[in-house]
DNA sequence: AAATTTTTGATTTACGTACATCAGAATTAG
DNA sequence: CTAATTCTGATGTACGTAAATCAAAAATTT
């Protein structure tokens, strides 16, 4: 049998109460009665029954997430994870509330930031805008003692709990790679398709993936990046008029959404050129592109996991628990035809 | 606030003694009074707390993982995330145990699952040998009620309740894809180092790799496949003696383990020949292997994931509760020398 | 040594569910 | 219509922890 509260007061010769004014940390107990009741607990192996404690107290943990409205699937597809999250929040003792704003926007995140102070909030997610005004938003909330998780894109330097997403540098490199190996070889151009450099996500992607590309593929040359917004019809514009404009393009690096533009472009002008193609996120349309050979490669994050690891985070942030390191870090997915899911 | 059996009770008209009976299948309810519980439940959306019902059953999970010895990383991966599933047993209410059974001994095998017959267990994990005796020893123990899972390597018409493993044909098909696409159009032979072809996992392996290699790359060659036995010294025997024997290899996949002996074989007689190597499974060997450049991508299944999947499917399936289907997906990991974690 | 403060003990209630018991009501059989 | 049977209600205890109250003991101050 498990030691319970009765054993560690039994075994430290205190009494019940003695024992629960250690384990929740309440006054009233002498340095010296303290550390016998400490003694005790680690002799016995004592750990808390965390249900039971949760029951207890009644515990339920009121979430918030903070997204940015886009008509990207990537970014329906996080709003439908959420709200597939939402649906067991009555197993998880979860309380999930979602924030929308406008994307690419960094006064509406720190006013929608600045407005979670004094809710009573068990932990805050965001997907983060990489500016001073946020960092500084977030880390008011942690100074406030409010668990932060950022999803998808990081905030780094900010004083942020964890992050809920891929190592984007990584994951360009890997990307330059995918593509430099499938060229085999060949000389020509490449053209990256970006969303925004304004979050942190795309440039590090750009990054990683400008670094592989000069050091190991120096027979391929990088075309200046097309600024996208992760809208389809400006995606579609960009990527139409580089094709038509040059014969020399043999490879494409799409490294942010809105990829429904991208592949109409491809289908449009792309087709018969033997182009090699690489992007991220994983829709219906580079599903489809994938399978019909559009698309050589789609690396992806998965939405469901992100949300679901930041929700274990913030809950054991909230109690001051600590987390399955490899369970919470989110993988790259690298999907070609043959292992869709 | 969430509703309680209390509410239950008050809705429905009746004492909470007859909920009880509703809510626990407990005879001696009339139809009439239990069809209007069920509708009451129903409509005040009333969901039992299960960390609440498992405090008061005391209830524990006793927990079984039937693993084959071998000396490979991969199976030392796998026993060492058993253990650390041990470790937090206290939290899980699990009561894990481990049972070892000689690798590729279907009768061991037999046996290890006939002897839990009668043992009060709430599930079973095991790496499954693809024999019709193991597959009726598997079904006995779910015709005993007994949540089954198959772990790594699964057992296809038997009756078990889940796999937690990956697609192994895709996991072939996508080793192709690669090892086709990294070769760039050159001719030459390609050659396999399996395992064994008694194991379901690597039979697939081998199936998926073949087939999208015929349709897909038809300038490459395969060879007979090598059988390593999944042992480092009979790998590297095998290896060093296919490569010189043969000028014409240029690519090789090894879907087994005991890739230690496969690496030292490539770095011995390999070298210099521009060999493209797919292998199966990160370990510290193909990790090192793969970051030196011997080796040019590893297919990888997350034990660790594995493992707490098979887990929380067994304690789902012995409280007859349903699973989230996207978190229990085991998904098939590419590493490219960029994207290690 | 008395008065005061701090620390500790004993006890109770609560969380939401499971499970057992026994008495009383309703239903069915004879 | 009575007896036997089947349902239902009322009640209490338990699971492991949290949290509160009040009394008693110990330590500290005066």
Do not use: C, W
Not at 90 to 112: G, H, Q, W
Not at 234 to 244: D, K
């Amino acid at each position: 049998m498990r030691p319970t509260v009765y054993d560690i007061a039994a075994a430290a010769g205190v009494s019940l109460a003695t024992v629960d004014r250690v384990l929740n940390q309440r006054p009233g107990v002498r340095l010296v009665t303290r550390e016998k009741v400490e003694a005790a607990i680690r002799d016995i192996g004592y750990v808390r029954d965390v249900a039971a404690a949760n029951l207890a107290k009644g515990r339920v943990y009121p979430l918030v997430f903070i997204l940015p409205t886009g008509d990207n699937s990537f970014m329906h597809g996080l709003y439908a994870e959420v709200r597939q999250a939402m649906t067991r929040s009555a197993f998880e003792r979860t309380e999930i509330s979602i924030v929308e704003v406008p994307a690419f926007d960094t006064a509406a995140l720190v006013a929608a930031l600045d407005a979670l102070h004094g809710t009573d909030l068990a932990g805050a997610a965001l997907v983060a805008i990489d500016a001073p005004d946020v960092r500084a938003a977030v880390d008011r909330l942690v100074a406030a003692r409010l668990p932060v998780v950022t999803l998808v894109s990081d905030l780094t330097g900010s004083t942020r709990h964890h992050y809920a997403g891929v190592d984007n540098i990584a994951a360009g490199r890997t990307a330059a790679r995918l593509l430099g190996r499938f060229l085999g070889g060949r000389n020509g151009d490449v053209t990256v398709l970006a969303g925004s450099m304004l979050v942190r996500d795309h440039r590090e992607r750009l990054e990683g993936f400008a670094s592989v590309m000069a050091a190991e593929f120096p027979q391929l040359r990088l075309l200046p990046v097309l600024e996208g917004r992760d809208d389809p019809e400006i995606a579609n514009a960009l990527v139409s008029e580089a094709l038509s404009g040059s014969n020399s393009i043999i490879g494409i690096y799409s490294l942010g959404a809105g990829n429904r533009g991208l592949i109409r472009a491809l289908k449009a002008t792309g087709h018969g050129r033997g182009l090699t193609v690489v992007v991220h996120e994983l829709t219906e349309h580079t599903r489809a592109a994938l399978q019909d050979g559009t698309i050589d490669a789609v690396l992806n994050q998965d939405a469901g996991h992100e949300v679901r690891s930041a929700i274990r985070v913030m809950k054991a942030t909230a109690d001051g628990q600590d987390v399955i390191a490899g369970q919470e870090r989110i993988r790259l997915d690298i999907f070609l035809k043959d292992n869709l899911p």
